[in-house]
């Protein structure tokens, strides 16, 4: 007599107001990176965040704000996320997500259309490698982004995507709401 339900935006509000009904929605965990804050002690924790579980868990960051220039700390991201080995799924290693390459493929395509206006510091060309079997592993994505409300810091993808945007005390809480983590690295 009770359910639960997962999707997007749409079911969400489809069942906002049932009581019999609970929706859950795209989880768009986030990072604030404030100005005083050591990047370089918590680039561990920004990387774990969006790169554990094969990036696809609704508590993997999808959106790091910076208070000041993003550049910096998109472009440290992108360096250790393209480490990441691609790796066939049985390897015990595999920490990539793996796909059809038409499914695989499908998920660039979406990536790069929504990326328009963002700048690419890691998978603006591909983030498919094909293994040679029919499937692909998905790599990693980074992009920075020019304002804190661009819309693509909602996008989730079920691989490690991250957006990479300025924030300022002027644009308050508004781009870091609607959110089921949000780390604070001050």
């Known amino acids: 007599d009770l359910a639960m339900v997962y999707g997007g935006d749409a079911v969400v509000d489809a069942y906002r107001a049932s009581t019999t009904v609970l929706p859950h929605g795209p989880g768009r965990a986030k990072i604030l990176v404030t100005a005083d804050a050591d990047v370089p002690r918590h ?9 554990e579980q094969a ?14 220039d993003p550049a910096p700390v998109a472009r440290a991201i992108a360096e250790r996320l393209a480490g990441l080995p691609s790796l066939a799924p049985e390897s015990a290693a595999a920490v990539l997500p793996v796909r059809r390459v038409d499914a695989a493929r499908e998920l660039e395509k979406f990536l790069h259309a929504e990326a328009a206006g963002a700048t690419a510091w890691l998978g603006g060309d591909t983030v498919v490698d094909e293994l040679g079997d029919g499937a692909a592993v998905l790599r990693p994505a980074v992009f920075e982004l020019p304002h804190a409300n661009a ?11 991250v957006w990479v945007a300025p924030w300022s005390r002027e644009d308050g809480v508004g781009p870091l709401r609607n959110t089921i983590v949000l780390t604070a690295l001050t």
């Open 55 to 68: 990036g696809a868990a609704c508590v993997n960051t999808t959106a790091v704000f910076v208070e000041g």
């Open 151 to 161: 819309p693509q810091a909602r996008i989730e993808l079920p691989f490690p995507c």
């Open 43 to 51: 680039l561990d924790t920004i990387v774990a965040s969006v790169s």
